[in-house]
């Protein structure tokens, strides 16, 4: 008798599993399905009694405002496109492979929701999202604060040194602009004016305001003038080409915590180049690589103790293929994990 032909296994491709309707747990299903919209679909924490019970290391912030642009407005949708931004397999077991560790196995990491913003009252916006962000700093987690145009970082910044409070913050800051206008149109707190008002202000020392990825043609020698004035210290792109970003961030590092004992990470996605971040509303050519602005992530938090982050000016109506918020929610991803690898 003659053997047939192998067994064409495609009939057994699915694991059998009895009661498949109940075969996966909300958390289990892709990041896309069942969606509640948080970050990485973690738990929503809104209110000050949740996040006293949540007891978080890391909570999540929108600010969805982009009324401080000067350029292309876009940025008020970057939190629900950070939110939802592709992610390889969810909360529980992520693993990080830079790191070697499972994020979400150390620490607790809780999604606060959004600074309650109303469009066209400017002020009202960052009055609010400094309330959000002091709530969440004081009920315990480091806030993560998803952007919005950089104005945000006025009020973000002004809120985890208000709570940390008489202890001092240096800030590094990555963007392809140093944000330190005088005004903009007669507005003095948009998106070119943050970090002005945050050292005139006192909220930061200007010699631990420490800018990294400066490139173009904006601000003007006049405005440089005055950040050499107040004692700030930044690492133009050009000498990241010369040194390579590791050494850079090294001496950032330094300089940020020259006093400061902990440090605010203000991440302007513009630092990266257009071509691996198009979705922003100034773009700048000749940036950092995607792989460079998340190392760099990873080797400032591993090295200082983090009080307060932001990632901004994401613009999703210029992205494309997703590319911009998949980098933004990567960056928010290497900080929660450098924390995590902290606790080993
Ligand atoms: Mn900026
Ligand atoms: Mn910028």
Same mark, same amino acid.
């Given at each position: 008798?003659?053997?047939?032909?192998?067994?064409?296994?495609?009939?057994?491709?699915? %694991?059998?599993?009895?009661?498949?309707?109940?075969?996966?747990?909300?958390?289990?299903?892709?990041?896309?399905?069942?969606?509640?919209?948080?970050?990485?679909?973690?738990?929503?924490?809104?209110?000050?009694?949740?996040?006293?019970?949540?007891?978080?290391?890391?909570?999540?912030?929108?600010?969805?405002?982009?009324?401080?642009?000067?350029?292309?407005?876009?940025?008020?949708?970057?939190?629900?496109?950070?939110?939802?931004?592709?992610?390889?397999?969810?909360?529980?077991?992520?693993?990080?492979?830079?790191?070697?560790?499972?994020?979400?196995?150390?620490?607790?990491?809780?999604?606060?929701?959004?600074?309650?913003?109303?469009?066209?009252?400017?002020?009202?916006?960052?009055?609010?999202?400094?309330?959000?962000?002091?709530?969440?700093?004081?009920?315990?987690?480091?806030?993560?604060?998803?952007?919005?145009?950089?104005?945000?970082?006025?009020?973000?910044?002004?809120?985890?040194?208000?709570?940390?409070?008489?202890?001092?913050?240096?800030?590094?800051?990555?963007?392809?602009?140093?944000?330190?206008?005088?005004?903009?149109?007669?507005?003095?707190?948009?998106?070119?004016?943050?970090?002005?008002?945050?050292?005139?202000?006192?909220?930061?020392?200007?010699?631990?305001? *420490?800018?990294?990825?400066?490139?173009?043609?904006?601000?003007?020698?006049?405005?440089?003038?005055?950040?050499?004035?107040?004692?700030?210290?930044?690492?133009?792109?050009?000498? *990241?080409?010369?040194?390579?970003?590791?050494?850079?961030?090294?001496?950032?590092?330094?300089?940020?915590?020259?006093?400061?004992?902990?440090?605010?990470?203000?991440?302007?996605?513009?630092?990266?180049?257009?071509?691996?971040?198009?979705?922003?509303?100034?773009?700048?050519?000749?940036?950092?690589?995607?792989?460079?602005?998340?190392?760099?992530?990873?080797?400032?938090?591993?090295?200082?103790?983090?009080?307060?982050?932001?990632?901004?000016?994401?613009?999703?109506?210029?992205?494309?293929?997703?590319?911009?918020?998949? %980098?933004?929610?990567?960056?928010?991803?290497?900080?929660?994990?450098?924390?995590?690898?902290?606790?080993?």
């Amino acid at each position: 008798m003659t053997e047939g032909p192998p067994d064409f296994r495609i009939d057994h491709s699915e %694991l059998a599993h009895d009661g498949e309707f109940d075969e996966f747990a909300p958390e289990d299903l892709p990041y896309y399905s069942d969606w509640h919209g948080s970050f990485e679909k973690l738990p929503w924490a809104f209110t000050d009694e949740a996040l006293a019970e949540a007891d978080a290391d890391v909570a999540i912030v929108g600010a969805p405002f982009d009324e401080g642009v000067s350029s292309r407005p876009g940025a008020r949708f970057g939190p629900r496109a950070i939110r939802m931004a592709p992610t390889a397999w969810g909360t529980a077991d992520a693993w990080s492979i830079q790191l070697q560790d499972e994020p979400y196995a150390k620490l607790t990491v809780v999604d606060a929701g959004d600074a309650p913003i109303v469009p066209t009252r400017f002020a009202r916006a960052l009055r609010v999202i400094h309330e959000k962000v002091y709530r969440v700093a004081r009920a315990g987690p480091i806030p993560i604060v998803l952007g919005g145009d950089h104005s945000i970082t006025y009020p973000s910044v002004a809120a985890v040194a208000r709570h940390v409070w008489p202890r001092k913050v240096g800030v590094v800051h990555f963007d392809a602009h140093a944000d330190t206008g005088a005004e903009q149109w007669g507005n003095l707190y948009a998106h070119g004016e943050p970090m002005r008002r945050l050292i005139e202000e006192g909220w930061i020392e200007g010699r631990n305001f *420490i800018q990294v990825g400066l490139r173009g043609y904006w601000p003007d020698r006049a405005t440089f003038d005055w950040m050499r004035a107040k004692g700030m210290r930044w690492h133009a792109m050009t000498e *990241i080409e010369e040194r390579g970003s590791e050494a850079v961030i090294a001496d950032a590092i330094v300089e940020a915590l020259d006093g400061p004992e902990v440090i605010y990470l203000s991440v302007d996605i513009d630092v990266v180049d257009p071509g691996m971040a198009p979705a922003t509303g100034t773009p700048e050519s000749g940036g950092m690589l995607a792989r460079e602005l998340l190392r760099a992530v990873r080797q400032i938090v591993s090295q200082c103790e983090l009080v307060g982050m932001d990632v901004v000016e994401v613009a999703p109506p210029y992205d494309h293929a997703e590319i911009t918020a998949i %980098l933004a929610h990567r960056t928010v991803m290497e900080a929660i994990s450098a924390l995590a690898a902290k606790r080993r």
